[in-house]
């Protein structure tokens, strides 16, 4: 195992190239399936259209998909002297889970990034919505700092509606920043995957963006399972590394959900797991340190099995199979009397790093200089620059509404 120390040496401008800003793609496809597909597989690279995914994954493959959905989390308020202060929703604090706070009815807190912040000196901003012909007045107000982000209670006094019905109502959604412009009305669907049902992310796992239900009849031909796991994409996603070597650079957290049976799904199919985008490949590899961490001791709470963002790059004499860690899981969710799994994780995974759960990954072309291109560089090695170079110099679109990759090892 690579030492963490040289890991966190690792220099930052190494993982960077050129991306002209008209490559960048600003709006989605008509059609999400009709992007342009990178395969590289075992060193080999070919061209395709995403349509025909099917015929390039392995038979008996399992395909792990990331159901989480992009809440409406940007929201904006103005104070009597009309300036405008935007709220970017990031997670719930009291309540801290996301559906409990999503169903509240009178009032809730957030961790959220204000924009405008010196201009609010402290008052309760309100609103007046109208939700079926029923005005609701709907508050804000600062209660702290929460790290580099505030605390912000909000409330309401129509208890008929839930704070995700007023998001609803007056949300936006939160589309990346790199694409410098508002987000539309086709936004509203086309930054959410067909498949997205848990509420949670203020971003999507775009890997999944190119999947429709034409390409998801197609998999059965080939004997390929899905599966679906929960991580709530938060706004880190998008922070750039300004540290000149990666161990200066602290990763977000967030929050994972995954049920018992999918464990042992996943457990039954370890040679063949295909993740589909960086947030399931991070909450699969996660699920093994996990795993690792409940082998050594049964009786952790569910808040204490958050993995840290160096913490698999710690020297061990013996490391558990990937099928004793997930077996660990299932016997700790089992003994509790629980169906599912609510944790955390931070990790950071980088070049030397050992993947434990994921063969095979589809995904998107990712920022230079980021975590995600990190994450690309540990599993593809070097390659991942003569991979980065077919795509620009064959016209493919980059980063959240770009063209698709599949590799497989």
Known sequence: ?????????????????????????????????????????????????????????????????????????????????????????????????????????????????????????GEILEQTLELDNQPIKFRA???????????????????????SELLEATGNIPIPPY???????????????????????VAAPTAGLHFTERVFDSLPEKGIERAELTLHVGAGTFQPVKSDTIGGHEMHTEHILVEKTFIEQLRDKLDS?????????????????????????????????????WEPYQEENHL???????????????????????????IIILPGYEFRIVRGMITNFHQPQSTLLLLISAFLGDDWKRVYQHALVNNYRFLSYGDSNLYIK
């Open 320 to 346: 558990p199979s990937p099928k004793e860690a997930l077996s660990a899981v299932i016997d700790y969710l089992a003994g509790n009397n629980m169906d599912k799994l609510n944790t955390a994780t931070q």
């Open 273 to 309: 797991v295909v993740a589909v985008g960086t947030t399931s490949i991070r909450t699969l590899e996660s699920l093994y340190w996990i795993g690792k961490k409940l082998m050594e001791n049964q009786n952790l709470s569910e808040k204490e099995l958050l993995v840290a963002q």
């Open 1 to 121: 195992m690579v030492q963490t120390k040289n890991l966190q040496n690792i220099s930052v401008q190494e993982f960077t190239y050129d991306l002209p800003d008209e490559r960048i793609a600003k709006y989605p496809l008509e059609e999400r399936d009709q992007s342009q597909l990178l395969i590289w597989n075992q060193g080999q690279i070919s061209d395709d259209t995403f349509s025909n995914l099917s015929t390039h994954l392995p038979e008996n493959s399992l395909l792990v998909f990331n159901n989480t959905r992009v809440i409406r989390a940007r929201l904006h308020f103005r104070k009597q002297t009309g300036a405008r202060i935007e709220i970017f929703c990031l997670e719930p604090t009291t309540p801290a889970d996301y559906a409990l706070s999503f169903t509240q009815t009178d009032k809730c807190r957030w961790k959220c990034i204000v924009g405008n912040l010196k201009k609010w000196k």
């Open 179 to 201: 694409l410098h412009r508002e987000s539309e009305e086709s936004d509203l669907t086309r930054y959410q995957t067909v498949y997205s049902r848990i509420k949670g992310s």
């Open 141 to 163: 107000e600062r209660i702290g700092d929460a790290g580099n982000a505030q605390e912000i209670e909000f409330s309401w006094d129509n208890p008929a509606f839930t704070f």
